[in-house]
């Protein structure tokens, strides 16, 4: 009598045993599924927001040297892109730009100098709506809040000759490390151009020493006398130019113009990227040139005017 129940717990074992890691796989592919979707989901919802570069520059004032941006945008609010009654066309983002350069083999210790970091708030309102799969919009205005500055902490005369004499009596070289910082607001308007297939950005930025901020670092005492005294003349209007011509050799052309928003067209600043199409195709990455004249080509010595070129092979995830 005793035989039927041992047989029972047997059966009912061996069902478990064998159920067991078939219901353990169908979850483990659920997971999957799932982590696969929400990969996608991220993927498409985390891109660039300006371009990510890694590449080579020269500034006529400087060393060559090893220069990366990253900069990435997300969303604040991503389930509005999965609604269809996003009805003001509105989504708030948040998104972040940092620029470092490596000094390799031109000074000791190849240091690692910040020259950029730029976080930002911002509001997009799409007038034709957001694309489903969250790709950038045609066309866009943004209001923004942000912060500028390079990350650096000279911002007396003492830690100037301080940073001097650490880097052997330097000058040129202690001037990267001098602090400056700024707050701004700004509005931003992508505008494609069909039949050139090409698109416009217009940029005004207004400068402030607001919450993040507060005193703004632009010029100090112990800095030599200059004629650009203020970031405002040098930047603030900002018009970018991109065409993706379809030929075999060119497959993006920026051009790229700054001026400031006091003594307009006085100081300026002017830069084109020209992206080469079998050297895109030779590397699996968009790899591109450029060449810069003006200035801002660094945050710690905006004032001065520099020519630059370079090449870098080019980050990007669904346009901007």
Not at 262 to 277: H, P, Q, S
Not at 308 to 314: I, P
Request: charged residues 25%; aromatic residues 12%.
């Amino acid at each position: 009598m005793r035989a039927r129940p041992r047989a029972g717990l047997y059966f009912l074992a061996s069902v478990a045993l064998i159920c067991g890691p078939i219901h353990a796989q169908q979850e483990s592919a659920s997971s999957t599924a799932s982590l696969v979707h929400d990969s996608k989901e991220r993927s498409i919802r985390l891109k660039n927001h300006e371009p990510t570069f890694l590449g080579y520059t020269k500034d006529s004032d400087d060393e060559a040297f090893m220069d990366f941006t990253i900069s990435l945008q997300h969303p604040v609010l991503p389930e509005l892109l999965n609604e269809g009654n996003n009805r003001l066309k509105l989504l708030p983002y948040f998104a972040v730009t940092a620029r470092f350069g490596q000094y390799i083999g031109t000074r000791d210790s190849s240091p690692v100098v910040t020259k950029r970091f730029n976080p930002k708030l911002f509001l997009r309102h799409a007038p034709k709506g957001f694309p489903e799969r969250g790709e950038s919009p045609d066309s866009y205005i943004d209001f923004e809040y942000a912060h500028e500055s390079n990350g650096q902490q000279v911002n007396s005369l003492s830690t100037f000759q301080t940073t001097t004499q650490a880097l052997g009596g330097n000058q040129e070289h202690a001037k990267d490390y001098i602090s400056r910082g700024w707050d701004y607001l700004g509005v931003t308007t992508k505008i494609p151009i069909s039949s050139w297939n090409a698109h416009l950005y217009v940029s005004r930025k207004w400068y402030c020493g607001c919450r993040l901020q507060k005193d703004i670092e632009e010029n100090f005492d112990f800095e030599d006398p200059r004629e650009i005294r203020s970031i405002r003349q040098v930047s603030g209007w900002r018009a970018l130019l991109r065409f993706d011509p379809k030929n075999e050799f060119v497959d993006r052309t920026v051009l790229i113009a700054d001026t400031g928003t006091r003594d307009t067209f006085k100081y300026n600043t002017a830069r084109l990227e020209v992206g080469i199409r079998p050297m895109s195709r030779l590397f699996g990455v968009p790899f591109m040139i450029w060449g810069q004249n003006g200035y801002l080509s660094d945050l710690a010595q905006y004032y001065k005017k520099v020519h630059s070129f370079g090449a870098a092979f080019v980050f990007e995830t669904f346009g901007r």
